[in-house]
């Protein structure tokens, strides 16, 4: 199972969401926990520059939680890591 690190922005973020979208985030998230590859590697361009080439992401109710997996020799990649980036709403990058 991965343990799972977040970044700043994306619990500032998630507190301003509604209870219910984040208990949905919460759940997506233990599934990355226990399937840390699960997400889809398909990001969009403009979430690609402000998150990071390798990110990941995960939808949970109208948004995306975006996510990256420490590469081969990268610090965390032994570890099994997840670092939580950011989370987004789908309708404002589509």
Known sequence: MARLQFAQPFLEDLSLLDEAVE??????LE???RVP???????EPMLRTAF???CLKIAAAGYDVLYERPQDGEEGAAEE??????IVAQRRVR
């Not at 208990?23 to 997506?28: F, H, M, T």
């Not at 590859?37 to 990001?43: I, K």
């Open 23 to 28: 208990l949905e985030v919460w759940r997506k």
């Open 31 to 33: 599934l990355v926990e």
């Open 37 to 43: 590859g699960v997400g889809s590697s398909l990001v």
């Open 52 to 54: 990071g080439d390798s």
């Open 81 to 86: 890591i997840v670092r939580v980036l950011g």
